[in-house]
Every structure is written in C-alpha cells, then in structure tokens.
C-alpha cells in the first residue's frame, strides 16, 4: 500500500512538472509579443512627462505674461529687488506686514514646489541653489518684519491698554499666523499671569519679571522656517531596480559619494553646505541618469540614445522611466539600509531625531522682550527715544552665579483645530547654537486632549518651541483598496490605526475625499478641493496625517520588505490597469517572502463596492493567479486551475478580463494613469502595510 501510495505520488509530480513545462515554454514563447504590447501601453508614462513638460513651459510664460506685479521668485533680479524694496519700507504696521507676509509665504511656496515637481534635467545645480538661497532670505526677511512689527507696537503701547489691568495686550490672526504680545506697564506681581481670551494661549511669569519693564510675545506661525531646509525639501524616496546584480552593485558603488555629502549636509544645518541638501539629491539623481545612459550603451547606437534621451524624463520622485531599454530605474530601499548603517548615531538623547519625528502645527516663537521707551506727547508733538539696537530681549534667566536658580515659566498653549495629533507630541525648543530641536529645558508637561486641545509646559527661559510628532504614527497601514470609479476616476482608500484616508483621482489630479477618525470627519479644512499629488502630500503631512513613506522610514516601521523590481513593477501596471481593474490588500502579501508581492484583484466597472477578488502574486517578470483565498488556512503558490502565468500582470489579468474591460485600459487617460502611479509609489501600500 505504501508503494502504491509513493508511486502515485511520484506520477502526480511527474504529471504536474510536465504541465508545468508547458506552461514555462507557452510564455516563453509569448513573451516577446507580450513585452512589445505592455511597452505599448506604457508610452503613456513618457506621454505624461512630456505633457507635464509642456504644461511647466506654459505656465512659466504665463507666468512672464502677467505683469501683475508680484515677483518671479525663480528670477534672482526680481526677488533681490523684492526684498530690498521691503526692507527700505519703514512702515511697520502690524497687519500691513502680515498681509505682506502673505505674499512672501507664497512666493516661498512657489519656489519648494518648484523644487520638488521640476524634473531633475529641466533644472540646474546653480539654479537649485539660488532658490533655496531665496527661500531662506525670504524666511528671514519675514522673520526680521515681525521683529520690526513687534518693536513699533510696544512704543505705543497706550493704543492697546487693557481697561482692567493697565498693561497693554493685542491679538492679531492672519490666515498663517497669530500674533500675540502682552507689555508689563503697571509692574504689580497680582497680574504675572495673563490670558489671551482670543486665542487662548496664556504664561505665568516669575515674580523677578512681574516687576520688570518687560514684553511677552507669543508668535505662533502655521509653518516652520525654524527646521533645517532639507526637511523641507524632502520628495518621495528613489527606489532602484535593475536587471542584474551586477547593475545593482554597480548603482552601489556609485551611490556611495553622493550620500556621503547629504551625511555632511544634515550634520551643518542653515549652512551653505546644508543649503545643497537638496542639490546633493539631484546630483545623484544626475549619476543615476548617466548609469541610466551607460547600460543602455550596451544595447543601442549613440544615435538611438541620443533620439532616446529627448523622452527620458526625472519626475519630482526621482524617477528615471527607461521603458525604452526595458528597464526601471529606482533606488533600492535595501541599498538605502546599508549606507544609512554608516551614519553616525545621534548620541545626546535630548536631541530630536528629524528622520523619526517631525514638526505638526506649526511654530511658537515664545520671547520676553526689554520694553523700549515709550512715546511722549508734548501738545502736537509725539516724541520718542530711538535705540540703534533694534528689539532688545530681556536676559532670563539673569547671568548670575551658575549655581543659582530661577522660577520656571509656565506656558499655555491652545492647539490648533487643523492639525491631528493622535498621540501626546513631543515638546521640543529649537537650539539656535547647534540647529537642532530638542527636549531638554521643558518639564511639567500636561496634555488636554477634551473639546479644546491645549498643553501646559514649564520652561527654565524662553524658547522657540514645536509639537512634534512621530512621522510613522499611521505605519505600517492596516489595508488599503484602490478601485475604479468611473472613466478615468478611481478612489484609493488607506486604512491606518488612527484614521481612514479617501482619496479620489480624476485625470491629472487628486483630492482628499475624506479624514475619519473615531467615525467622525475631521481636517474638512483641507478635503474637497482638487490638487496634484505634490500638493496633496504637503497638505496632508502639514495636517499631522503622514501616509507616505520617507527615506529612513523602513528604520522605524516594522514592514515586509519587498524586493524593488516586484513592488515598483507592480505599481506601474497596477496604474495601468486602474481603469478597469480594483486592488486591495491581502493578509499573504506577508507570506509570500521578499522577492514577490500578493495582492486582490478584481475586474471592476461599475461604481459600488468590490465583492467577488482573486489573489494574484507577481515578482516584476512573472504573474499568476493563486489557487488560495483570503481565507484559506496557509499560504500556498499553487497556481489557480485552468490558468496560466504571464511575463506581466496585465496579461494575466487579460486571460479572464472582458472586452469592455481591456477596452477601457487602452483608451485611459495618460494623465490618469501617471497619478495613480504617483500616488502608490508615494503610499508604497505594497510595503507598507
């Protein structure tokens, strides 16, 4: 019986290794023709870049067009001219230079958005520079208005006295910023403690300075011009895939060099070399492109490269499409990992580390200033004392004896209803001497989380703080479904811990359909309105909802590494079939090891919900349907009867797909296309979940 039982067996192996081989020789045979139809279908990426191109070319002239009298921030004349005009300018009226501020946070967003969406072969090292350089005059420029603004109001303090106490209190809130000051006038200890009722941010002051002829300011900008610039200037990490591990080794000898610059550059903040974080990037990116040329030297002409190099195009991720020499070229988390062992540890555990957490709701410039003198009125006449000094800060905690101690300040701070902070932040000051954020100098810290958000500190002096949050909060994601909802429209949808992200695509554009959390809608500020995936991401980080994996981000989440050829691979004719066809995730994506990925797939025309999925595996040059379910008690890569694998996973999903199906992939939008790419290389669900 055993016999028969081992020979049976045997024949049973022997009978589906043959299958097996047949089916191995039918691709084989097929997959040239099959390689030429996805090429096909994958001009749609270069059609993208190119109308992207064309569109950044138009823009830019509509933009010399225009006259309207605001500045190209990308011409260095025009903002010299800009900035030195508002520099002469003496009025120093409060609103006038928050409305001021307005246009200068615009003409800084301009230029980051230009720096993270323009190709790296559209743009110059000299011209990368020269933006950051603008970008950090215009910060400091603003900065240095609000001081003058600050300065102006405390020499006329009687314009804004309180009727109650006799000191002088103003709120002002502009769209980006709150501005808060408070003058001690009367010099009496029963009023050390004040609230700004407006915008309940409040301090109690130590008795010393209670009685002292001393400002306080609470300047609470929405954005952060304190972080180093190359937080700010951070795109969607390269992934590198090549053919080879010949080629891999070969991207990591090259890739050596340029990370030890960027090393060097985090080091040195808001200094010139920290200014060239983000043209270190490009300058990888640029090596990358010339490795790019050097493979495909082995297989095509000067000639053909060169007619071929008119289409290659960088994207604002750092993606180098080579469709035409049948490679895909993005930069290997895995060779990521082993450079960024090299890094040197940050050893000082009150400094934040900026690559695990990172600023939400903006900054709080906290100051005590030296009251300057206040205007005299003889008749007619208004007098007052000019100091070439400028704003003074008052010294506090006074330099005396190093062993001597001094009352904390105690700080309340109302949270912004913008902003989600799923856990307790991390209090941080920002450390002018060495630049960086960090811990120490803040204790007894309490977090109201009820109705009206709200935090109370104490501070040994006065610092410029942040909340910050852990970047990786919603990682690793708990599902995610990306399906078609109409011609050229698609929903995807991102399950975390905290919260469920929707975000629908229709053409060239994005929009956050919703933010819930505990079953409510929150962040109705930022959903509804159509904008580009750049955007999106921005908005989205800039809320404290971060769903987008960074650089260093597989150091602090615990995730199912996949293999850059299958998950890139993936994402690409995920984006090419999202016209018709649904994903979403599966528990055996897990199991399916390193080198493939394991998804649901679902043929999907109408506008409702998913129900019949199959699972399909693919590792970048195979794909097959899977004989499992979702609920099948163990992983299995037994292939689904009467079914066949295919060198790509468009055809296998034509094997079983209708024609109204295939029909609407060939006719879909190339727009559509490229930013349903955009947004999974962005999410990296594959990944990350």
């Not at 950051?132 to 006295?161: C, F, P, R």
């Amino acid at each position: 019986q055993a016999q028969k039982e081992e020979a049976a067996r045997l024949e049973k192996e022997r009978i589906e290794q043959e299958q097996m081989e047949k089916l191995k020789a039918k691709d084989q045979e097929r997959r040239e023709a099959e390689l030429a139809e996805l090429h096909s279908l994958e001009q749609k990426f270069l059609s993208a870049q190119q109308w992207k191109t064309d569109y950044r070319a138009q823009a830019k002239w509509e933009r010399y067009l225009s006259c309207d009298g605001s500045p190209d921030p990308t011409v260095l004349q025009e903002i010299n001219t800009f900035m030195s005009l508002w520099r002469e300018d003496q009025n120093e009226d409060i609103q006038l230079v928050m409305e001021k501020g307005e246009q200068v946070l615009n003409l800084i967003e301009k230029l980051q958005f230009i720096l993270l969406d323009t190709p790296r072969n559209e743009i110059t090292e000299k011209e990368t520079v020269q933006y950051q350089e603008s970008i950090l005059e215009l910060q400091n420029l603003l900065h240095q208005k609000y001081n003058g603004a600050t300065e102006h109001l405390l020499k006329v303090t009687n314009m804004h006295e309180d009727s109650d106490t006799g000191n002088m209190q103003a709120v002002m809130k502009g769209k980006n910023v709150t501005f808060c000051i408070w003058a001690n006038l009367k010099k009496k200890v029963r009023f050390k403690h004040h609230m700004f009722y407006d915008t309940q941010h409040g301090f109690d002051l130590p008795k010393s300075l209670a009685v002292s002829s001393v400002a306080v300011r609470i300047l609470h900008t929405h954005y952060d011009h304190v972080s180093p610039l190359w937080l700010q200037c951070q795109s969607v990490p390269q992934l590198e895939v090549l053919d080879s591990k010949e080629l891999i080794q070969n991207s990591k000898d090259n890739a050596e060099e340029p990370e030890e610059e960027e090393k060097k550059a985090r080091e040195e903040p808001n200094t010139p070399a920290e200014e060239e974080t983000c043209s270190d990037g490009r300058k990888s990116a640029i090596s990358l492109t010339e490795k790019c040329n050097s493979i495909a030297d082995r297989n095509e002409t000067e000639e053909e490269i060169e007619k071929k190099s008119e289409i290659l195009d960088i994207t604002s991720q750092g993606i180098c499409y080579l469709m035409s020499f049948g490679y895909f070229v993005v930069q290997d988390p895995l060779m990521q990992e082993e450079t960024n062992e090299k890094e040197e540890a940050i050893t000082d555990e009150n400094i934040v580390n900026l690559q695990q957490f990172v600023p939400v709701g903006g900054v709080y410039h906290i100051d005590v200033l030296q009251l300057p003198p206040q205007v005299k009125h003889f008749k007619d006449w208004s007098m007052v004392e000019l100091l070439d000094g400028g704003l003074e800060a008052y010294p506090y905690p006074p330099e005396e004896a190093e062993d001597a101690t001094h009352p904390p300040i105690q700080i309340t701070l109302r949270l912004s209803d913008n902003v989600m902070y799923f856990e307790d932040p991390v209090i941080a000051r920002w450390d002018p001497t060495g630049q960086q954020w960090r811990t120490d100098g803040i204790s007894n810290i309490t977090y109201e989380t009820q109705e009206k958000k709200s935090i109370t500190l104490e501070m040994g002096a006065f610092y410029t703080i942040a909340l910050l949050q852990d970047a990786h909060l919603n990682m690793p994601y708990r599902a995610w479904e990306l399906r078609p909802t109409g011609m050229d429209e698609a929903l995807l949808i991102v399950t975390t811990v905290f919260a469920t992200i929707q975000i629908q695509i229709k053409g060239n554009q994005c929009m956050l359909s919703s933010v819930v959390v505990e079953e409510k809608d929150v962040l109705s500020h930022i959903t509804g309105k159509w904008i580009s995936p750049i955007v999106l991401r921005a908005v989205l980080k800039k809320a404290g909802v971060n769903i987008f994996p960074g650089e260093y981000s597989h150091k602090y989440v615990s995730v199912s590494k996949k293999a850059p050829l299958a998950e890139v691979r993936a994402y690409q004719q995920m984006a090419l079939v999202a016209s018709a066809f649904a994903f979403a995730w599966s528990k055996w994506n897990v199991e399916a090891g390193q080198e493939q990925v394991v998804f649901k797939v679902s043929e999907h025309l109408k506008a409702d919900s998913v129900k019949d999925w199959s699972l399909y595996m693919f590792n970048g040059q195979k794909a097959q349907k899977l004989k499992i379910t979702e609920t099948s008690e163990a992983f299995s890569e037994e292939l689904e009867e009467n079914s066949e694998f295919h060198s790509t996973l468009y055809h296998t999903l034509k094997d079983a797909a209708s024609k109204e199906a295939i029909d609407k992939v060939e006719t879909a939008s190339f727009l559509f296309v490229d930013v349903v790419y955009q947004l999974l290389l962005a999410t990296r669900v594959l990944t990350y979940s």
